[in-house]
């Protein structure tokens, strides 16, 4: 690095690939620890805690001095690139470090990564998890320890083979046993993995889903405890939430009438597949989905896996990271999920046409919790979609008497906010029952009737 880029680095600010010290010490092994566990790094030595310049003392001995005490305190050893650079007659040492190929490097015992600017301590799962993930491999691919086919019901094995044939995303003509080897479900000798005993499991695994209808919290309604195979317990699981769900009726002009659930069925579905596909099956936790009169909770076991972050996951910028493959792949080969990340988007698709709902996915302590809430004053689940329709009936029915009518307008007419306006205005177009001619200054609302 030349001074000029020494320079801009430094202005930038710390960051998950710039460490700034002022002196070598410990922290600075610790760091650079981190850069190797996460994306690499730099570290820069002679800057103080104000971003300036101050230099270091560069013996005949230090950079060596440097390189064995960053060996001997790292394991398996970091053998960084450590140069000396002169700014303004200042030296300043810069030891850079790539990201290591096998994770994770333990420095004296314990094992860091790099979260925006500072050094996180890593837990038991998230070292197993750092570690599975460096080789490309995955909880659920190992072998289930003491397991036999014998534990394996071959019924639910030749039922997925079906639905995967049928799906179309691959075929297999070979014997079952040869498919499941191939597809990883049965292991060297064929050995059941833990995958497998997870799908396909005479005795399923205890790894529960407790669903529950809610009052409030702690008045519980009814309460049901879900132990299957993965494929039957997501069935259960949405049939149960089914039940405490309510209908209604819209009509759109047709004779035939519409189906509208308070709560978008599919994106219910979607997060709870997430959960089941997704969840840390290492925890002891177990997937909770809880039903009130006005709100859904669905949590799961695990934080993001790898290095996704949530506001990553909120952008929607990121590369889906696996926790457990075979599982997803199993989901996916039936037709259930998608394989790149996609399912948050399908959610949003679906809320499109539920103005009045708002949904949240947040990481908690100890795993995910995704939230659909209604967002309207106290009120029956059919009342707010009978105003619902009732809102767009009146919307349609001012603009036919005013073509030129704003949203301000339209929201203080009819009491509604502006966010709502819209939505509701997204929707009728969508059902091509409006169009909006020229620009939102000077333009005017075609109603689709209109000749």
């Known amino acids: 690095m030349n001074p000029k880029e020494i320079i801009q680095l430094i202005k930038s600010g710390e960051s998950e690939i710039l460490e700034l010290k002022e002196s070598f010490n410990k922290e600075a092994v610790q760091s650079i620890s981190a850069f190797a566990n996460t994306k690499g790094g730099t570290l820069l030595i002679g800057i103080n805690a104000s971003n300036e310049i101050v230099g270091t003392q560069i013996g005949d001995e230090s950079i060596q001095n440097y390189m064995n005490q960053i060996k001997q305190a790292t394991s398996p050893s970091i053998f960084p690139d450590i140069e000396t650079i002169l700014i303004d007659g200042k030296a300043i040492i810069i030891i850079s470090v790539d990201e290591f190929p096998v994770k994770p490097i333990s420095y004296k015992g314990r094992y860091y990564k790099r979260v925006q600017n500072s050094n996180h301590v890593l837990n038991l799962s998230e070292i197993s998890n750092m570690h599975m993930q460096s080789l490309q491999l995955s909880w659920d691919a190992y072998e289930y320890p003491n397991g ?13 083979i079906e639905e995967v044939n049928s799906s179309g995303r691959f075929y297999s003509e070979e014997t079952v046993m040869d498919t499941m080897g191939k597809l990883k479900y049965f292991l060297n000798a064929n050995k059941p993995s833990n995958a497998a005993m997870l799908l ?21 309604i009814d309460d049901r405890q879900i132990s299957l195979s993965l494929f039957e317990a997501a069935d259960e699981t949405l049939k149960f939430i089914k039940t405490y769900l309510q209908v209604a009726y819209e009509f759109d002009g047709n004779i035939k009438r519409n189906e509208k659930w308070n709560y978008p069925i599919q994106a219910i579905k979607e997060i709870v597949l997430n959960a089941i596909v997704h969840r840390d099956y290492t925890a002891t936790s177990d997937i909770q989905i809880k039903i009130y009169d006005d709100k859904i909770t669905i949590f799961s076991p695990g934080k993001l896996y790898g290095d996704l972050t949530l506001e990553q996951l909120k952008r929607r910028d990121y590369q889906s990271s696996l926790r457990n493959k075979l599982v ?124």
């Open 148 to 160: 036999s086919l014998s534990d394996i019901d071959i019924i639910k094995v030749n039922t997925f």
């Open 200 to 220: 396909f499991a005479k005795e399923p695994l205890r790894q529960h889903i407790r669903v529950g209808r809610f009052k409030d919290d702690i008045t519980i």
């Open 328 to 451: 997803a792949e199993a989901f996916y080969l039936i037709g259930e999920i998608e394989k790149y990340g996609s399912g948050l988007l399908r959610v949003e698709k679906e809320l499109e046409s539920y103005p009045n709902l708002n949904f949240t996915f947040d990481e908690i302590a100890n795993g995910m919790l995704a939230t659909f809430e209604i967002v309207i004053e106290k009120s029956s689940v059919k009342s707010s979609v009978k105003s619902s329709v009732k809102s767009s009936v009146k919307i349609i029915e001012i603009m036919r008497s005013n073509k030129s009518v704003t949203i301000a307008q339209l929201s203080a007419r009819l009491n509604i906010s502006h966010r709502a306006i819209e939505k509701q205005i997204s929707n009728l177009k969508k059902k091509n029952l409006i169009e909006r001619i020229g620009p939102v200054n000077g333009g005017y609302w075609k109603v689709f009737d209109e000749k």
